[in-house]
């Protein structure tokens, strides 16, 4: 049952009321009350409350109560929900009741109306069983009545009571007259006190205020709070009444003149267009939060004129939401023999990146929630990386797009502009996805090591969000301001190098690196795809021109010397604008094939553009050949030396890094160590200068890959013995002579296979590299591989520059601690 509170709704809005204090004398309490719990109200001296009575303890008191005729004290709870308090539980100050009226409501259910008389203090519980009963002592106001501050408060509380009065419409115009008929301060303090919407502990703070003049002050100041409190939600309520009515009529008004204009056929465009906008955005399916916000957006659109330029900001924006794939996914092509033979069929060679997208499909046909794999293909220029995103697309039956990211510097391309500027749009990702209608595309990143940064922010530390698997589900971008899900977009990379691009976003792709392609590979690429296209591109087919193997060899021999085919597919493309020519002049008949053979692509495109000059610059002592890495593949590296008179100066030209010289003054020492071995007189150096030159002065060199060439044309130079025409080399070599192993073993085997070379000097701890070597290279080239220097010389020279019983480290394939370079 409910517990002792104010009883109906009535006694909380109308004032409760008071009787004149001293209806009991001092002496006439007892010392020793029953005591009444009361929770979630404080009773006063002179009121009249009716109260609901459920608890056992509380119903045995008002039975004794009323049978005996005695009065009992009204005590507050500290705290309203504990149900059988005790000491520590209540107010030490109460009220003294008598019982005016009690009725039985039901069977354990009592309703009856008390009375204050007098405050008392309690001084010690002495019985919790049946009921609570308490040692008190009364308590009297300290002040007198007829003080004349105490006159001036009450006046003050009177009027201020009006007020509250005033503004407080649901209390009865008798409330005034009440308060205006009480003519002893204490009462009108605690009438006030009682009937003021204040919490519990400042009513009971109230009521333990013995002194009157700080009683009376106490309750000025609630009452004066009460006041602002209600002018302040009066004109709240006002204002926001105002604006309900105005909103309100501005409705009826717009619908009726929809309803007229339909009426009439006059439906302008605004609204036709917002009711389709609305259309598009329901049928978009859209996630809730994002709905939402649409929502939003859509309503305050209503009330924006159309000339506005608001207008159209808003306007756009909805549009951006609804043409965006939110749930629109297309199906994939799980097969897997079909996506091989696509890949197959499209481009010739690349096994890792095929095997990779076989994997991903094999993954994703047994888990149907799998997220986007993010690859990122490493090659130099012409390999197909570019094209095999849309070979990737076919062959997962996806949508395809590709986002040139070379020279981006600002932020926004990647996050989009904030809705604040004007003309600002999404981010490309954004815009990307929208072009490709669907939430799983492949999207193709080109070019990802050219970004830029600049004072418009990082473009790649934007980029960290959109490639990391696990936060890309929820992109931000800053024209939508909603999330927007990425993680089933299949995200494939491109770029020429590793090394422009920030670690952590490397670190958020699976590199998968493309090497150049041998002589054969390439002839077999222009055989299957590139002959056939630029024929069809020039209007030609295969009744007119027949091009022979012949041709495809010298044009990859001779023509071009790259790692990728795009200059191939340009000197076919010659071949072909050649023969168009001829055809489309009537010089010959239509039905004439031309017949493409070595002669003719000399004939057409002039004299052979490469040759091989190892034999030519290896004629002379002191000219060695070197393999070095490059973005476009790898490349040979002559190194000439030579020596003059002088005073013992070594001269370095060829724009050289400081790794490189560091390798030419090591080669030199070591050079200078061993010269008693090689035959070569120990104060070489006191009357010579020497000088080393890199041709191709113009391009920057760095490395430590070339100090076993250095030192081999050092030693060819001062030995006066040619190093092998046919030989090439790389590694680093250390002041002791040691070997070590350097990086891009692969570009740097088929450079030497594209240049002629037969034999291919590498660091003994190269070997395992060689596995990633096409087994055409291998097959072709002889390999030596070395520890020592001394062996790199006797591999490298025409004959060997060592003195009989010289001491030479005997030949070990154990490898010198050392660490890996590339």
């Known amino acids: 049952m409910s517990d002792e509170k104010k009883k109906g709704t009535a006694a909380s809005a109308m004032p409760t009321a008071m009787a004149p204090p001293g209806l009991i004398n001092k002496e006439d309490i007892p010392q020793v009350l029953p005591i009444l719990p009361l929770r979630n109200s404080v009773f006063f001296p002179g009121g009249v409350l009716p109260l609901a009575v459920g608890r056992q303890k509380t119903i045995a008191l008002i039975k004794d109560a009323v049978r005996d005729d005695q009065v009992i004290g009204v005590v507050t709870q500290r705290r309203a929900e504990e149900e059988d308090p005790g000491a520590s539980d209540l107010y030490t100050m109460g009220t003294v009741a008598r019982i005016v009226k009690l009725l039985k409501m039901g069977e354990d259910n009592y309703s009856l109306v008390v009375q204050g008389l007098a405050r008392f203090r309690v001084m010690e519980l002495v019985q919790e069983a049946p009921y609570l009963k308490a040692r008190v002592d009364a308590v009297e106001d300290k002040t007198s009545s007829e003080n004349v501050e105490v006159e001036a408060l009450g006046i003050n509380l009177k009027k201020l009571a ?54 009376m002050k106490l309750v000025l100041e609630l009452l004066n709070r009460k006041r602002e409190i209600l002018k302040l939600s009066n004109k709240i309520d006002s204002a926001v009444k105002g604006e309900m009515s105005k909103t309100q009529r501005e409705y009826y008004l717009r619908q009726q003149l929809k309803a007229i204009k339909e009426e009439l056929g006059e439906m302008g465009e605004e609204e036709e267009e917002l009711d389709e906008l609305q259309e598009r955005l329901k049928k978009a399916a859209l996630p809730p939060e994002v709905e939402k916000v649409a929502q ?68 994703r046909k047994l888990k149907n929630d799998m997220r986007g794999p993010i690859l990122c293909l490493v090659g130099p220029p012409g390999v197909g990386k570019t094209s095999l995103g849309q070979s990737v697309a076919k062959a997962t039956g996806r949508k395809f797009v590709r986002l040139s990211l070379g020279g981006v510097r600002d932020e926004a391309e990647i996050r989009g502009h904030r809705r604040t500027y004007v003309g600002a749009l999404p981010g490309r990702f954004i815009q990307s996805m929208k072009k490709a209608g669907t939430k799983n595309p492949v999207m193709m990143l080109d070019e990802i090591d050219k970004l830029g940064a600049d004072f418009r922010g990082d473009p790649s530390a934007a980029l960290l969000e959109v490639l990391d698997p696990e936060q890309n589900s929820t992109f931000s971008d800053h024209y939508l301001d909603v999330a927007f899900d990425l993680s089933k977009v299949m995200f494939v990379a491109t770029a020429n190098q590793l090394d422009p691009i920030p670690g952590p ?22 055989r299957i795809h590139l002959v056939p296209k630029q024929l069809k591109e020039h209007g030609l087919n295969g009744d007119h021109i027949e091009v022979q193997d012949d041709a495809l060899l010298i044009l990859t021999t001779s023509y071009t010397r790259e790692a990728g085919v795009r200059n191939l597919e340009r000197r076919i493309a010659d071949i072909c604008r050649a023969v168009a020519v001829e055809v489309a002049g009537g010089k010959l008949d239509k039905l004439d094939k031309q017949t493409i053979n070595s002669e003719r692509v000399k004939e057409i495109l002039g004299p052979e553009m490469f040759y091989s000059e190892v034999a030519e610059r290896t004629e002379v002592p002191g000219v ?110 250390t002041l002791r002579g040691l070997v070590l192993p350097v990086g891009g073993i692969k570009e740097k085997v088929l450079a030497a296979h594209r240049a002629g070379i037969k034999r291919v000097i590498l660091p003994e701890r190269c070997r395992k590299d060689l596995i990633d070597v096409p087994d055409q290279a291998k097959n072709e080239l002889e390999f030596i591989f070395a520890t020592h220097m001394d062996e790199v010389l006797k591999a490298a020279l025409e004959t060997s520059p060592f003195k009989e019983g010289a001491a030479i480290p005997a030949t070990t394939t154990d490898t010198p601690p050392a660490e890996v370079r590339a």
Do not use: C
């Open 162 to 215: 009006r007020e509250v009065i005033e503004l407080m419409p649901e209390l009865p115009a008798a409330a005034t007259e009440l308060v205006e008929s009480i003519t002893h301060p204490g009462h009108l303090a605690d009438l006030i006190a009682a009937n003021v919407d204040v919490p519990i502990e400042e009513k009971q703070a109230v009521l333990e205020t013995v002194d009157l003049k700080a009683r």
């Open 624 to 733: 060695a050949t070197g393999l070095a890495w490059t973005a476009a593949g790898g490349d040979l590296l002559f190194i000439e030396a030579t020596k003059m008179a002088g005073k013992g100066g070594m001269t370095l030209t060829g724009q050289l890094g400081d790794v490189m010289k560091e390798s030419a003054t090591a080669a030199l020492s070591y050079l200078r160590s061993k010269a008693e071995a090689l035959g070569i007189p120990s104060n070489f150096l006191e009357k010579t200068d020497l000088h080393l030159h890199f041709p191709a002065g113009s391009i920057p060199k760095d490395g430590p890959s070339a100090g076993v060439t250095i030192l081999t044309a050092l030693t060819s130079l001062l030995t006066g013995i040619r190093v092998r025409h046919d030989t090439a080399m790389t590694g680093e070599a």
């Open 505 to 526: 976003l490397r670190d958020r792709m699976e590199i998968i690196e493309l090497t150049g392609y041998t002589f054969e590979e390439k002839q077999a690429i222009a």
């Open 296 to 363: 939003k957006e859509l309503n305050r659109l209503k009330t924006i004129p159309a000339a506005s330029s608001e207008y159209t900001v808003a306007r756009t924006y909805l549009d951006w939401i609804a043409d965006l794939p939110w749930s629109k996914i297309s199906e994939d092509n799980l097969d897997i023999e079909n996506a091989r033979q696509q890949l197959d069929k499209d481009h010739f060679g690349i096994k890792k990146v095929k095997k990779r997208i076989l994997e991903y499909l094999a993954v």
